[in-house]
């Protein structure tokens, strides 16, 4: 007997100095990857991780980076299939079901109707799957409260739905609870309470993401003020994030206050900032730096910058209305 289990401790000894270099090489992917990823890298990153995925299959963490990454390229379908790997290696993970809802309400949002109404409640199951696992995941509250408030009963949403998540939310943070209040009011396009609810979150909230969302909000309603207690809040919590450059010199170009100062903000934003999602486009920057120059009647300028955003971003309806109204060289 004491002979047998000398045997299998050998063994495992055996297969734990096997299985450390395995370990130390998947590591060492996922952090090139992850390098990659910050540098917004996405291409070079999927080509690591799924090379690093075929030798390491019972990696989560590797399937998860994969699909935020793909999920960056607007490869919805790809990262839905990526984080759903990493779903079946770790179910109890709040942060994996949150990212499958992320890609199937993206994916949704792209498809045809019928396809979208079945993806979406998916989606919606998902969310509610990751609070389940973790009631402080914040980011997926967030989430469902403001699918339900958007979507339509006949896709499981409804404001009455919502409401009382608001509630909870609101008991575990104040920030957080302010805005999904402020969020669900401006899907209802009830925008003095959005405002209202969203000045409450900007004095309490610690999310960059959160602050900088109500600096789009405030940015599409024209509202300086609110923009500039936007980069005030998020300097605070959160020193080294860029974006606060974007929303200041926003709010700077709408005061028509020190033009140098936005000039040299938004530059500065577009040599540092990452591409990503939950981070101002480089086209909204050329955006702005045309607005920039139209406050200082300089057509020729304002054209090149809108030009330079419509490149970036063909749909963009302001910039197209914007050249219009510049005409021709």
Partial sequence: MASNAKLLLEILFSLALA??????????????????YEASDYNKAVQILQDAAGKNPRDAEIHLLLAKSQFELRHYDAAANSVEKAIALAPDNSVYHEWLGRSLGEKASHASWLSALALAKKAQQEFE??????????????????????APGIAGGGEEKAQPKIAELAAMDAGEGHYAAGNCRRQKKDYAAADAEFDKALLTATSPN??????DYAAKRGHPDRLMAVADAGQK????????????????????????????????????AP?????????????????????KNDRDAARREYETSLQLDPKNKSVQDALKRLGKS
């Avoid at 270099?21 to 090139?32: F, N, Q, V, Y």
């Avoid at 609070?131 to 402080?136: C, E, M, N």
Wanted: charged share 30%.
């Fill in 275 to 295: 591409v990503r999602t939950s981070y101002p486009h480089p086209a909204a920057v050329h955006e702005w730096l045309g607005k920039l120059a139209e406050t």
């Fill in 237 to 272: 919590r959160a020193p080294r994030d860029v974006r606060e450059k974007f929303y200041r010199a926003a709010a700077l170009i709408l005061k028509k206050e020190k033009p140098e100062e936005a000039d040299r903000l938004l530059r500065g934003y577009l040599k540092t």
């Fill in 129 to 150: 799957t990751s609070i389940k696992l973790d009631s402080h995941n914040f980011s997926a509250y967030q989430a469902l409260i403001e699918y339900d408030c958007a």
């Fill in 19 to 36: 299985a450390a270099p395995m370990r130390a090489a998947a590591d060492a992917d996922l952090s090139t990857a992850q390098r990659a």
């Fill in 210 to 215: 959160l602050i900088y969302d109500i600096g």
